[in-house]
């Protein structure tokens, strides 16, 4: 068996991989990343290639490599089809926001990684992890070819997506590893790259229409004007869709894909739940997807990978060069996820466990009964305050929802308290278990209001 040590292994050359690569690397440190594809395949992931905050991405890989894969940045908003009840709610969409084409998106963050140093071992699949008896993780085995091949390392990384096999191998029994994960708390999804004849005319919008289940929905996002990246999801504690047979009928009913091609077919899992509560064990760290990091309600985890790379690499430096990969050193790692987006997607969950148990008519009903602009302001001014302009106007015309509005209401109670409780994330592993009592207690209070299963 051929034998590799490396002060950190990355498993999985995507987005979170990438950019934990490019840091530990530019640091100095050897830095292998493992990846099942092929070099030509790798990079090629199922997405709806809309990337949020693009403007802000970290630096170990340069924005300017990146890039030229923004194949449309003139998106500015939200364009939500609610066919129920005739209507169509534009939302403007804050912040830098670029529909990529995401295959080449992927070649650049390996080419930035391996310009910072990192290598990169192909057609590489990772079966099993090193781990010594005590549960400190040494490394991982795969296999290439066909042959066994053993990486030994100071940190290994888990960047292998959302339904990583690393940890179902390893026995976390011994650390504060989040294991709470099922199935349930996943989002099946498929897309098709579809070219389009003329250019449609929402080429600067997101659009977004609902399934006939309120936990899915399709969407169509415009790379350019006539290359659509058209795709579906559900939650997957729903009924399951026939993915394929839903994103078909509603193409043929659309008079802008008469004479479309499809060009590339994609399916995949994605974590639509909260950030782990811990994603540290010693000798290992979790990012991206492999650690639930994107926003519940949207399923954007590229930003997410993203930051979750670089800071999970930034403490991997740190156990190299103190020489000592325990929780204790990681966990900052935890910490600087949940300071800097965990809380938010924690308190996004909230409205993910609201969406499986409120009846979909009310939410469409009650979305085409507000003022779109109005309810934009609402969004994204952070207030928990409606304006009064939007309150006499909804009111008016929501009368019938004001049900499922109280639940709203209640339910963004709930959601701030939670993220008070997040904004106390402890700062040691031995203050996890408190922290985690008291925030079930919460969510207890959650399931009452919303009326949703226990997702966890
Ligand atoms: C259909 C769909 C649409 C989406 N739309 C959007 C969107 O519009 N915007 C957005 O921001 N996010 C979107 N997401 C989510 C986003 O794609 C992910 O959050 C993001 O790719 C996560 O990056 P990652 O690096 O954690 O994992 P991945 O990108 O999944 O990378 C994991 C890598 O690990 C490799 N790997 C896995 N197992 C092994 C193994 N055992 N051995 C070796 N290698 C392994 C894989 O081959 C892969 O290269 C979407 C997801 C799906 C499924």
Not at 229 to 248: H, I, S, T, W, Y
Not at 305 to 321: H, I, L, M
Not at 427 to 448: F, K, T
Request: glycine residues 8%; negative net charge.
């Amino acid at each position: 068996m051929t034998t590799h040590e490396y002060d950190v292994a990355v498993v999985g050359a995507g987005t979170a991989g990438c950019y934990a690569a490019a840091t530990a690397a530019r640091e100095g440190l050897d830095v292998v990343v493992i990846e099942r594809k092929t070099e030509q395949e790798a990079g090629h992931i199922a997405c709806g290639d809309a990337l949020k905050g693009a403007d802000a991405f970290p630096d170990a890989i340069p924005k300017s490599q990146i890039e030229p894969s923004f194949t449309n940045t003139g998106v500015d908003h939200g364009r939500f089809e609610i066919p129920q009840h005739d209507t169509v709610l534009e939302i403007p969409i804050p912040g830098e926001l670029a529909v990529i084409d995401r295959f080449d998106y992927g070649k650049r963050l390996i080419e930035g990684a391996d310009r910072a140093g990192a290598e990169f071992h192909y057609d590489t699949v990772v079966q099993d992890v090193n781990q010594d008896d005590d549960g400190h993780v040494r490394g991982v085995r795969a296999r290439r070819k066909g042959n066994p091949v053993e990486y030994r390392a100071t940190v290994t990384v888990d960047a292998a997506g959302s339904l990583s096999l690393l940890q179902d191998k390893a026995d976390f029994s011994a650390a504060t590893f989040d294991t709470n994960v099922s199935y349930s708390q996943f989002c099946s999804a498929y897309r098709e790259i579809v070219e389009v004849p003329e250019e449609v005319e929402w080429k600067d919008a997101l659009v977004f229409k609902p399934t006939k289940r309120a936990a899915g929905y399709l969407w169509y996002f415009p790379r350019t004007g006539t290359e659509i990246n058209a795709g579906l999801g559900f939650q997957m504690n729903e009924q399951p869709m026939k993915l394929v047979e839903d994103l078909r009928r509603d193409l043929r009913n659309r008079a802008e894909f008469a004479d479309a091609t499809v060009k590339d077919k994609l399916g995949a899992a994605l974590p639509t739940r909260r950030p782990y509560d811990s994603a540290v064990a010693p000798g290992f760290v979790a990012a991206g997807d492999a650690a639930g990091h994107v926003n519940p309600t949207t399923g954007g985890g590229i930003a997410g990978a993203a930051y979750a790379g670089q800071y999970a690499a930034e403490r991997a430096v740190r156990a190299v060069e103190t020489g000592d990969p325990s929780e204790e050193t990681l966990w900052k790692y935890n910490e600087r996820v949940m300071d800097h987006f965990g809380t938010r997607y924690a308190g996004l969950d909230v409205y993910n466990v609201l969406s499986t148990a409120v009846d979909v008519d009310d939410l469409m009903g009650l979305l085409a009964a507000l003022p779109g602009e109005k309810l934009a302001e609402a969004l994204y001014s952070g207030s928990t305050q409606m304006s009064l302009l939007l309150k006499l106007q909804s009111a008016i015309k929501s009368f019938g929802y004001w049900r499922t509005i109280w639940t709203f209401y209640e339910t963004k109670q709930l959601a701030e308290e939670l993220m008070d409780h997040y904004g106390r994330y402890p700062d040691s592993p031995s203050a996890l278990d408190g922290w985690q009592s008291e925030r079930d207690e919460l969510m207890d209070r959650i399931y009452e209001t919303t009326g949703a299963e226990p997702k966890y």
